[in-house]
């Protein structure tokens, strides 16, 4: 477990009032050496301890000829130690230069552990500088660095205890969330930490129950003692939130521990549905993620990230004028929209062609794409995924995985609570998008061709609206699951509301549902099972002591930054709409009608 000394001594630390008095009291003799410490640091003079053991505490100045001395004794029958005999007073001139004796690791661990606490990204620069401002103590960047190590250590527990907790935690996610799924996997004869597996029932049971059938994935790489990667599965709500179905840490990101993920989701979901939804899976294609949804999710809709595939051909062609006819193709809702657009780009670059057969329209254009994303084109996950890691990487796997829960568990309870107070029939989000619909249905003609079929005149053309089936012929209503300002029309004019046409994965039934459940508190570590021996399978029972993985972060500062969801290589001094997506105008310029 955790040493909590140092968050006790930390009060004690920032109590001195830099006096010694005969008499006076301190509960053992490692206080009275730490209250020294820090007396000798504040005024500026050095020690030197002459006697120390279990019944006595002896220390005088290290100047020759000063007369500073101090006898701390064991008091009989009592732990405590008291001050019997101080000359109070030097005659030196103490200290002169920044450099302290007495400014060790463990006294700047003490010195910050308080900031540490409260911002586990201070770093060891802003701790040099903090500690020759507040105590005027040069130390070094090794020992500040060294420092806030052992401060993280008394705050959370060490990296290599994280690991060897991780049986324990995981019996405990399944005691206090029945129904979750939770299970850590280790490899070798010294049971080195491979994989662990965390899905809770409030998630499963609000993406089976509620949610759209759309899963996003996505990795982030952590930069810890121990590295590894951070994989996930993100389901979307009814208001196009997020919240993760499986969270899974890995020892490396390999082609094999994607099958494993997936594998899992798809043990998961077999066993909490009778009647397997058909996925839309949305994620950047890389390889080893391709093969493993194609292996255990065979039917599935497997498609790009728009963002991803944009910003490919954006940096590959590095042209404003196409790229704003690419957003345009994106898009376009019919397939003769979309291949109008693709002959524009093949006038300007005839290259545009070998792009499309390494990028194909039918795993990311609207026009072309199976899957239902209901207007959900992009991963939100990546950008959930890197702050977790930004956040979390000086953390041990545990209490990275325990802010990981309370994240989520404040998500649940937030949204649930936001829900209850929606009077509307669809989320605000939809409820959005419906009132355009009907503000630019107004001005066009309806012509019934009988109960269910209608014909839809504009100036521009003429659509075919079916609402029985839910299908206009300009394919919005299909493809983004609400009426279409044509549906919305021919809904109006038969005197039905169109908000009862959307797709129930909008409504604020569906969203309360989704937040049903509750993600619940694991008791303190405290109160867990220790490990022992044993183990079945490769599987992780409590009694099995897992050791942390073989891979450690090499020293140095690291060859690569972290991504940064912020700079996603967006070219630099261009303004890109945020509704209409071309390039050159910002979202409040722009003309486009809504």
């Not at 019919?334 to 795993?363: C, G, N, R, Y």
């Not at 012509?447 to 209608?454: D, I, K, P, Q, S």
Request: aromatic share 10%; charged share 25%.
């Amino acid at each position: 477990m955790a040493d909590h000394s140092l968050i006790v001594s930390e009060t004690a630390l920032s109590l001195v009032d830099h006096t010694l008095v005969i008499g006076q009291e301190f509960p053992d003799v490692e206080t009275c050496r730490r209250m020294l410490k820090d007396i000798a640091i504040a005024m500026h003079f050095d020690i030197r301890i002459v006697k120390s053991d279990r019944s006595r505490f002896i220390a005088k100045c290290s100047k020759e000829g000063c007369p500073w001395r101090v006898h701390v004794a064991k008091c009989p029958g009592v732990p405590t130690f008291t001050v019997r005999t101080l000359h109070g007073e030097h005659t030196c001139e103490g200290v002169r230069n920044l450099h302290h004796q007495q400014a060790s690791v463990g006294w700047v661990a003490r010195s910050v552990a308080a900031q540490v606490r409260d911002n586990p990204q201070y770093k060891p620069k802003e701790i040099l500088r903090d500690i020759r401002d507040q105590h005027g103590v040069a130390v070094s960047y090794m020992q500040a660095w060294r420092g806030k190590e052992r401060s993280m250590a008394a705050l959370h527990g060490t990296f290599e205890e994280g690991y060897r907790l991780l049986p324990a935690y995981c019996e405990q996610i399944s005691k206090t969330n029945p129904g979750s799924i939770a299970s850590v996997f280790a490899t070798g004869q010294e049971n080195c930490f491979q994989r662990l597996f965390i899905s809770y029932r409030a998630s499963i049971y609000g993406f089976i129950n509620a949610c759209r059938p759309l899963l996003e994935l996505d990795r982030a790489h952590l930069k810890g003692k121990y590295l590894g990667a951070l994989l996930c599965a993100a389901v979307v709500d009814a208001d196009d939130s997020l919240f993760p179905l499986a969270i899974a840490v890995v020892d490396v990101e390999s082609d094999e521990n994607w099958m494993w993920f997936m594998s899992e989701l798809r043990k998961l979901l077999g066993v909490n549905t009778d009647s397997m939804p058909r996925l839309t899976i949305l994620s950047e294609r890389q390889r080893g993620i391709v093969e493993a949804v194609e292996t255990h999710f065979p039917s599935a809709f497997h498609g790009f990230c728009l963002r991803y595939v944009s910003e490919n051909f954006r940096d590959t062609f590095k042209n404003t004028k196409l790229v704003n006819i690419f957003w345009n193709a994106v898009y376009a809702l019919t397939a003769a929209e979309f291949d109008s657009k693709i002959a524009e780009m093949v006038e300007i670059s005839q290259e545009v062609i070998t792009w499309f057969q390494h990028f194909p329209p039918q795993l990311w254009a609207v026009a072309y794409f199976e899957g239902v994303r209901y207007g959900h084109f992009t991963l939100g996950v990546t950008e959930l995924l890197y702050n977790w890691a930004l956040e979390c990487h000086e953390l041990p796997i545990v209490q990275m995985m325990e802010h990981i829960r309370n994240e989520m568990a404040s998500w649940f309870n937030e949204r649930r609570e936001m829900g209850m107070r929606w009077t509307s029939i669809l989320v605000p989000s939809a409820e959005k998008r419906i009132a355009e619909a009907i503000a630019d249905a107004r001005c066009y003609q309806v012509l019934r061709a009988n109960e269910v079929e209608f014909e839809i005149v504009s100036t521009e053309r003429t659509n075919i609206v079916e609402i029985h089936s839910r299908v206009c012929s300009c394919r919005r209503w299909q493809l983004y699951g609400l009426p279409c300002a044509h549906a919305a029309a021919a809904l109006m004019s038969c005197g039905q509301n169109a908000h009862l046409f959307a797709e129930p994965c909008f409504t604020v039934t569906s969203y309360r549902e989704t937040y049903s459940q509750m993600i619940y508190p694991i008791l303190d570590k405290s109160l867990w099972k220790e490990p022992g021996e044993g183990a079945e399978g490769g599987v992780a029972k409590v009694d099995i002591t897992i050791r942390p993985p073989k891979i450690r972060r090499p020293p140095g500062r690291p060859k690569k930054k972290v991504l940064r969801v912020e700079n996603l290589k967006r070219p630099k001094r261009i303004v890109q709409c945020g509704r209409c997506h071309l390039l050159g105008h910002s979202q409040k310029k722009c003309t486009m009608p809504m």
